[in-house]
């Protein structure tokens, strides 16, 4: 039994989102955006994007929150 792709094959990770990813506020013109290292991010249409993820936010400051959450901590 072959199964169809799955939801996330479709997903574009260089795509900004249409929404705030922390507060979830519409986004306007002024939105800020920012690549943080993911290793689980896989763009099948651009492999330079691989193992990069957009972040995208309503303000300077919402996109310091994810960047800083988003950021691996090292020991």
């Known amino acids: 039994m072959r199964l169809g792709?799955?939801?996330w094959s479709h997903r574009r990770s260089a795509l900004p989102a249409s929404r705030c990813q922390l507060c979830s506020v519409e986004?306007?013109?002024d939105a800020c955006c920012a690549l943080?290292?993911?290793p689980g991010v896989v763009d099948r249409d651009d492999p330079s994007l691989n193992g990069?993820?957009?972040l995208t936010?309503?303000?300077p400051q919402?996109?310091?929150e994810l960047t800083a959450a988003a950021t691996p901590r090292t020991r």
């Open 27 to 29: 986004l306007r013109d």
């Open 5 to 7: 792709r799955k939801w």
């Open 57 to 59: 936010a309503c303000s």
């Open 62 to 64: 919402h996109l310091a």
């Open 36 to 38: 943080v290292a993911d």
């Open 52 to 54: 990069r993820r957009l």
